[in-house]
Structure formats: C-alpha cells, structure tokens
Antibody, heavy 123, light 106 residues
Framework: QVQLVESGGGLVKPGGSLRLSCAASGFTLSDSNMGWIRQAPGKGLEWVSDISRSGGTTYYKDSVRGRFTVSRDNAKNALYLHMNSLRADDTGIYYC????????????????WGRGTLLTVSS | SFDLTQPPSVSVSPGQTATITCSGNKLGNRYAYWYQQKPGQSPVLIIYRDTMRPSGIPERFSGSTSGNTATLTISGTQAVDEADYYCQSWDSSYVVFGGGTKLTVL
C-alpha cells in the first residue's frame, strides 16, 4: 500500500525545537522528491519545504529558511523536518507529500499526501 | 512574488456545473494544479498540468486555462463534491498555493 505517515507533532513552547518524521511505504523513497506542506487551523495550504531525491538540493519558504531543515534517509525510507526557534504562527497540521518535479522544473506538484501531524506552538 | 487568487466560496445546486477560478500573473507561463480537501482529510490531487486527471478522479472534474487564469470545472456536481479546493503552481524555487475555495452544494 502506497502511503506516507507523519509523526512527531506535539505542543512546543515558543522558541523551542521539534523534529517531524515521515515514513514512506509502498514505493521507493529515493525515486522521489519530497515536500512538507502545512495548514494552520481553519486556514489554507502553505508550502514549507522540498528536498531532492538525493537530498542534495533543498528549498524553503522564506519565513522558515534558517529555522527549519529538511532531510531524508533513503535507506530508512524516511523524511524529516527539523524545526528550531518555533513561533506561534508555525502552528498547524504538517503534511509530508511526494513531490513530482519534472525537467527543471516544468512540473512541481504533489501526488501523494500523508494524513498530517499537528504542531502547536504555545506557552 | 507570485500569488494565486481564488474566490473564497462558490455555491452550486446538485447536478449543476461549478466553476472555480485561480488567477496569477505568471500562470500563463506555468502549469496549474488542483487539489480537493474534504473536512478532516488530506488534500487529494485532482488536476495536474492544467487539464490532466490522475487515475481514479471522476471525469466530471476538468481543468482549463486562459491567459493568467486557470479554471476547475465540476460538471454534474454531486453532494460528495462539497469540499475545499486549492490551486497550486510554482515559481523559480518555491511552490505557491491559492487561498482555497469552499464549494457548497445546496
């Protein structure tokens, strides 16, 4: 069964750190770029970060660059999001997703999503 | 920056056609993608490359573009289509989502 399962969310105080994980199954993670997308409570989707197949290239939304780090362990079929200096506006459901990037990119979209893990940043 | 603008809400009667637009100043040079998100669920890709439907997506969902506007059309809308719909595209090194449109079937 092709799926993504996120974990690691929870309640964190402002300024704190957390690491989210995403476990992939049913497909070979190393064949795919991967991304993180978040959704604040009652709000829309917001792209956070992407990482290339090898992990050699990463992309970040401006507001998280320097605070968040995306990484992957293809041998473990796992994706991670290390988050530091967390702020209240980082609160939301964090989804990992398989990122389809074609030719440069010509395409950049997400064809498989996990169920998400909830991060709450509050004192 | 590259922003995508969607109407916050669209209403449609069952069996009728719903149209949701997505406007952005670079959409004429980029593909648009569409996702459906039902309450409490993860988003699902329903249209890619402006007009293409992934396997398993009903034929009543279709996409089109004209200039800097992409349009999602749902023909013969059903009650199960009530959901939030998001368009998405990209710029040089980042992904952008529209603000989302809540489709109400009444």
């Amino acid at each position: 069964q092709v799926q993504l399962v996120e974990s690691g969310g929870g309640l964190v105080k402002p300024g704190g750190s957390l690491r989210l994980s995403c476990a992939a199954s049913g497909f070979t993670l190393s064949d795919s770029n991967m991304g993180w997308i978040r959704q604040a409570p009652g709000k829309g989707l917001e792209w956070v970060s992407d990482i290339s197949r090898s992990g050699g290239t990463t992309y970040y939304k401006d507001s998280v660059r320097g605070r968040f780090t995306v990484s992957r362990d293809n041998a473990k079929n796992a994706l991670y999001l290390h988050m530091n200096s967390l702020r209240a506006d980082d609160t939301g459901i964090y989804y990992c997703a398989r990122s389809i990037v074609v030719a440069g990119p010509l395409d950049w979209y997400f064809d498989l999503w996990g169920r998400g893990t909830l991060l709450t940043v509050s004192s | 920056s590259f922003d995508l603008t969607q109407p916050p809400s669209v209403s449609v009667s069952p069996g009728q056609t719903a149209t949701i637009t997505c406007s952005g100043n670079k959409l004429g040079n980029r593909y648009a993608y569409w996702y459906q998100q039902k309450p409490g669920q993860s988003p699902v890709l329903i249209i890619y490359r402006d007009t293409m439907r992934p396997s398993g997506i009903p034929e009543r969902f279709s996409g089109s573009t004209s200039g800097n506007t992409a349009t999602l059309t749902i023909s013969g809308t059903q009650a199960v289509d009530e959901a939030d719909y998001y368009c998405q595209s990209w710029d040089s090194s980042y992904v952008v989502f529209g603000g989302g449109t809540k489709l109400t079937v009444l």
